[in-house]
């Protein structure tokens, strides 16, 4: 059974940093491309960042271009969302994501697997 468990949201002013991580339970989670995803409210959910299974390249929204940061350790079965310089915008529930299509394909296609979310708030 697949698990992905959230950790990390919370309450921070505009141009603050917050750090996510998403725990794993998943066989062989070298093979999956992992990712995030976030729901702001009355919104759609969008894609935010994701992490090939095989060279670590990374894909991200233009929105967190160069402000986020997406890693793995596939020895610990994690995957972590550095954020900085937060805007009110990026107030939303963040989602851990795992599938096997390419991180280039994450943007059109919603993964396959979903955690429960944590809540980012920004504040003004």
């Known amino acids: 059974q697949v698990q992905l468990v959230e950790s990390g949201g919370g309450l921070v002013q505009a141009g603050g940093s917050l750090r996510l991580s998403c725990a794993a339970s998943?066989?062989?989670?070298?093979?999956?491309?992992m990712g995030w995803f976030r729901q702001a409210p009355g919104k759609e959910r969008e894609f935010v960042a994701a992490i090939n299974w095989n060279d670590d390249s990374t894909v991200y929204a233009h929105s967190v271009k160069g402000r986020f940061t997406i890693s793995r350790d596939n020895a610990r079965n994690t995957v972590s969302l550095r954020m900085n310089s937060l805007k009110p915008e990026d107030t939303a529930v963040y989602y851990c994501?795992?599938?096997?299509?390419?991180?280039?394909?994450?943007?059109?296609?919603?993964?396959?697997?979903w955690g429960q979310g944590t809540q980012v708030t920004v504040s003004s």
């Open positions: 998943l066989l062989s989670f070298s093979n999956y491309v």
């Open positions: 994501n795992a599938d096997l299509m390419d991180a280039a394909s994450w943007a059109v296609n919603y993964p396959r697997y």
